[in-house]
């Protein structure tokens, strides 16, 4: 026990280091958003990441002169993250080359189980502390105002997945070994699914795909990046001064090619002088990274917005086949 123990704490102390070498505390300190690039990672310590349909693994690494990372296209983009963040524990930490399936998902990581070959048993625990440390589910809950008990409730915990590009089932886990919950609260959340929270965020709306996550979207997430799948749905829930005679203009969205599937306002709209909340849902329909604007405005004085909120989303996932796209244009460039 005591030797799996030693291989959790050095698993963990790797992925701190590999975060300090590599500027990642400061970069995401300095952007709203953004989750730990774990993708760059791989690149930035010379391995070579590539993208194949495979059907039994999830990922795998091959050490050598040119180490490699293998990851499959089969899967959502936070599995595929999870899979690299793994494969990168392998390679940071020196291991043998390693074939990678499904078990790595149904793993509890820091669980010092027996049967589980101690490399193995490192990269998970690397790979849940390197997408998920403590300062940054801290970040994400201070840039929320989430009050600390909140993390207990299922939709926040899963907000908060999205924030930071893990599965909402890591997220829980990552909760339980930061001790922002508790183990009771830690089953409560993994009995709950996620298609559960979507369903209720979105009041009805049915999406053709509900593997899409859905990101509510309130004035915390001003500046935004939002990583995320490329048919997601946004849930957009701004104060609207509409007694004022100001609306919030989502033109923008439309033009950007999201179709609107909802449209509501909340509160009470009669009152005078009432502030009231607009809802709007928007869905995504492809592969794309783009900013967008959006003004709350007289319609008759379109050109004076009261307030403004800003939002950029690179909605790639899940990677496709072939070698990292980044990578890529470096070899191409360099030809
Ligand atoms: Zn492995």
């Known amino acids: 026990m005591a030797e799996r123990r030693d291989a959790i704490l050095k698993a963990i102390k790797a992925a701190h280091k590999l975060h300090l070498d590599l500027g990642v505390r400061a970069r995401l300190e300095r952007s709203n958003g953004g989750r730990v690039d774990v993708f760059g ?11 194949q349909p495979l059907d039994k693994l999830l990922g795998a690494y091959v050490p050598a002169e040119e180490p490699g990372i293998l ?19 392998h390679l940071y930490m020196n291991h043998q080359s390693s074939l990678d399936d499904q078990g790595i998902l149904g793993r509890a990581p820091f669980s010092p189980a027996k049967g589980l070959a101690l490399q193995e048993l490192e990269a998970d625990a690397f790979a849940s502390m390197f997408l998920a440390p403590a300062w940054l589910v801290a970040l994400i809950v201070r840039r929320q105002g989430w009050a600390p008990e909140r993390l207990a409730d299922p939709a926040t915990a899963y907000q908060l997945s999205l924030r930071l590009g893990t599965s909402y089932a890591a997220t829980c886990h990552v909760l339980e070994r930061h001790k922002a919950i508790k183990r009771e609260q830690l089953k409560h959340l993994l009995s709950v699914e996620p298609k559960a929270i979507k369903r209720a965020l979105l009041h009805g709306h049915e999406p053709p795909d509900w593997r899409s996550d859905v990101w509510l979207l309130t004035d915390r997430d001003e500046g935004l990046v939002v990583e995320g799948g490329r048919h997601d749905l946004f849930v957009v829930q701004l104060p609207e001064n509409s007694s004022a005679g100001y609306l919030w203009n989502f033109d923008a969205l439309k033009a950007e090619g999201f179709a609107l599937v909802a449209d509501d306002h909340e509160g009470d709209t009669a009152r005078a002088g009432a502030m009231v909340t607009r809802k709007i849902t928007a869905q995504a329909s492809g592969r794309v990274s783009r900013a967008v604007t959006f003004r709350e405005q007289r319609p008759w004085m379109p050109e004076e917005a009261l307030k403004e909120f800003h939002l950029q989303y690179e909605l790639r996932g899940p990677e496709e086949p072939g070698m990292w796209e980044p990578d890529l244009m470096r070899v191409l460039q360099a030809a």
């Open 41 to 51: 990672a791989i690149g930035e310590l010379g391995a070579t990441l590539m993208f």
């Open 71 to 89: 990851i499959t296209t089969k899967r959502p983009l936070s599995i595929q993250r999870f899979t690299a963040a793994h494969e990168l524990g």
